[in-house]
């Protein structure tokens, strides 16, 4: 019988020993980590954006809206941190901005900065509505998705992955 933490053997499993016999000393250690997170995301992003099509909102809409909710009361938030924020270019919140302005989700509006030139966007009353309704629905999706795992499974992978990730990004800064 399988002890608790092991599987059957994948393809990632495979992989690694078809590069442990042909290259051997090679470190392929990390292919069972890095190989599972690149598919574990292509599956995610897969499932993220039939997720958002079945709840009737683009993945990029999605974003902005709960950047600025995630905000807090007024919900308001100039387009620089909102990039800053959602880890994307000062171009593409321009796009959402626009699109989500067309659908009465948020308001561009002039800031109080010493020139007046500055821009903040403002979640309005049915974009909060909405971004409330897709993310409840949303996260009880993911959830599921999730729950092979036990609380204390999920929250010690999330520690591990922040782990990483902090990593990688300090590796990116240097």
Do not use: F
């Not at 993220?48 to 919900?75: D, I």
């Not at 989500?100 to 309005?124: F, K, M, N, S, Y």
Request: hydrophobic share 45%; charged share 30%.
């Amino acid at each position: 019988m399988m002890a608790q933490d092991e599987q059957a053997r994948d393809a990632v499993d495979e992989i690694a020993e078809a590069w442990r016999r042909e290259l051997p000393g090679a470190p392929v250690e990390s292919i069972g980590v890095i190989t599972r997170i690149w598919r574990i995301a292509h599956l995610l992003e897969n499932d993220r954006r039939a997720t958002m099509q079945r709840l009737g909102m683009e993945v990029s809409t999605r974003s902005l809206l709960a950047t600025l909710r995630r905000a807090g009361h007024p919900y308001v938030l100039a387009p620089s941190e909102i990039a800053r924020r959602a880890g994307v270019s000062a171009g593409a919140v321009s796009q959402w901005v626009s699109r989500a302005e067309r659908d009465g989700w948020v308001v561009r509006r002039r800031g109080a900065g010493a020139d007046g030139r500055a821009v903040e966007v403002t979640l309005t009353d049915a974009g909060r509505e909405r971004i409330d309704a897709v993310v409840g629905d949303l996260l009880e999706h993911e959830a599921e998705l999730v729950a092979g795992l036990d609380e204390r499974e999920v929250a010690r992978l999330g520690n591990l992955l922040r782990r990483l990730m902090a990593g990688l990004e300090h590796r990116n800064d240097a």
